[in-house]
C-alpha cells in the first residue's frame, strides 16, 4: 500500500476528498417545513453531540439552493435511512421539494416525519455556526422514533450495507 502525503488546498481537492470517502458514514434526509411546503436534503454529516442536553448536528453545504431552509428553521428532522432505503436517499440528493412519492405525516412541530426511517429525531434549532463552505446546524433533540434494521451507508463515492461478522 503506497502512500500520498499532500497539503489541501485548490490543487489537492480531488485527493482531499478521495482521503475524507476513506471513513464512511450513515445517510440521512433531514426536512423541515417551509413557507412553500416540505423541503428534504440527503446528508452524510450526521453525529451525536451531547447525552445531556440531548445534542445532535448536521453540516448544510452553502452553495446548496436548499441551505437558506435548512438553517434557518426552527425544527426539524433526521431520518436514519435504512439499507433498503437508498432510492428515498438518492430522491432527496437531487430534488427537495418533491414529497409526491414519499410516505410522511407532520411531527409535532411541523416538521415532515418520514416513514419508515431507521431512526427519527425531531429537532429544534439550539445553534448554527459558521464551517467554511459549510454550516455546521445543532439540534437539541426533543423526541427520538426508532426501527429495528440496518443502515444504509456512504463509502468513497458509493453506497451500501454493513457486513456483520459472527
Known amino acids: 500500500m503506497s502512500e500520498t502525503?499532500?497539503?489541501?488546498?485548490?490543487?489537492?481537492?480531488?485527493?482531499?476528498?478521495?482521503?475524507?470517502?476513506?471513513?464512511?458514514?450513515?445517510?440521512?434526509?433531514?426536512?423541515?417545513?417551509?413557507?412553500?411546503?416540505?423541503?428534504?436534503?440527503?446528508?452524510?454529516?450526521?453525529?451525536?453531540?451531547?447525552?445531556?442536553?440531548?445534542?445532535?448536528?448536521w453540516c448544510p453545504g452553502k452553495d446548496s439552493l436548499r441551505y437558506d431552509s435548512f438553517v434557518e428553521a426552527e425544527y426539524f428532522a433526521i431520518?436514519?435511512?435504512?439499507?433498503?432505503?437508498?432510492?428515498?436517499?438518492?430522491?432527496?440528493?437531487?430534488?427537495g421539494?418533491?414529497?409526491?412519492?414519499?410516505?410522511?405525516?407532520?411531527?409535532?412541530?411541523?416538521?415532515?416525519?418520514?416513514?419508515?426511517a431507521l431512526a427519527r429525531f425531531d429537532c429544534r434549532r439550539h445553534a448554527c455556526h459558521d464551517a467554511g463552505d459549510h454550516s455546521i446546524v445543532i439540534g437539541e433533540v426533543l423526541q427520538v422514533a426508532a426501527h429495528s434494521g440496518k443502515g444504509l451507508l456512504f463509502k468513497r463515492g458509493q453506497y451500501g450495507g454493513f457486513l456483520e461478522q459472527s
Open 97 to 116: 421539494e418533491d414529497f409526491s412519492a414519499v410516505s410522511w405525516q407532520p411531527n409535532r412541530e411541523g416538521a415532515p416525519a418520514l416513514e419508515q
Open 79 to 95: 431520518h436514519v435511512m435504512g439499507e433498503d432505503q437508498l432510492e428515498l436517499a438518492q430522491h432527496f440528493a437531487r430534488v
Open 5 to 57: 502525503t499532500f497539503v489541501p488546498g485548490p490543487e489537492t481537492a480531488r485527493a482531499y476528498r478521495n482521503a475524507l470517502g476513506a471513513y464512511g458514514t450513515g445517510v440521512c434526509v433531514v426536512t423541515t417545513q417551509t413557507p412553500r411546503g416540505p423541503i428534504a436534503i440527503t446528508v452524510n454529516s450526521f453525529t451525536s453531540v451531547s447525552m445531556a442536553p440531548p445534542l445532535v448536528l
